[in-house]
């Protein structure tokens, strides 16, 4: 596929991506920043840099609602000048996203114009809420998982929500680095052999 909408996200080893009580002036939860101590290394020629420079080469960003808010909405700009989509339950009146962002409800139309905004570059996913969103509508392709050996305890999962349907995943890439190992899954569609 040469634009596959694929999540990047730092992740504990038990499955958190924020630690608890993530909120306005404490984005990443108490002690959620320990997940992002990889991207010390992301001018490195090592693992981490390719990851990097690679989600930094993505052609659009969809996002969940509620990281957009807390990323201070990254001010419409999330890397050079892509457009960003959020994906919302809903739209207040007046409500304007600022910059290269636009607020969608559909999680099919977000990916189809994520897509068609990317051309032929990846499409970078951010939020726990918009990976499970597209995870359950069938548009996640790949996942792009920068585990973390931590045990944070408590905090905000990653798929805390994706039902009871089973989803296969076939692990492509394996990158170990200074206290992380990117793994990249690509998603198993339904009946699709491994």
Excluded: K
Excluded at 91 to 96: A, F
Excluded at 104 to 125: F, I, K, L, S
Excluded at 171 to 193: I, M, N, Q, S
Aim: hydrophobic fraction near 35%.
């Amino acid at each position: 596929m040469s634009n596959p909408i694929r999540l990047y996200m730092s992740m504990s080893l038990d499955g958190y991506v924020a630690g608890p009580d993530d909120r306005p002036g404490q984005e990443l939860g108490r002690d959620g920043g320990r997940l992002f101590n990889w991207l010390d290394d992301r001018e490195s020629e090592g693992p981490s840099g390719q990851v990097y420079r690679e989600a930094l080469a993505t052609g659009a960003v969809i996002s969940g609602r509620r990281t957009f808010e807390l990323a201070g909405r990254w001010r419409g700009d999330h890397h050079d000048g892509v457009p960003i989509f959020v994906l919302t339950h809903q739209v207040d009146e007046g409500d304007v996203p600022p910059g290269h962002a636009r607020f969608v409800t559909d999680v099919e139309d977000c990916a189809r114009q994520a897509r068609a905004a990317a051309g032929e570059r990846p499409v970078m996913v951010h939020g726990a809420g918009a990976a499970q969103a597209l995870l359950r509508a069938g548009q996640m392709d790949e996942m792009e998982i920068h585990l973390i050996p931590v045990l944070l305890g408590e905090g905000r999962r990653l798929f805390d929500h994706l039902g009871s349907d089973h989803i296969e995943l076939d692990l492509v890439r394996r990158l170990a680095d200074r206290d992380v190992t990117h793994l990249r899954y690509r998603v198993r569609r339904p009946g699709e052999a491994a």
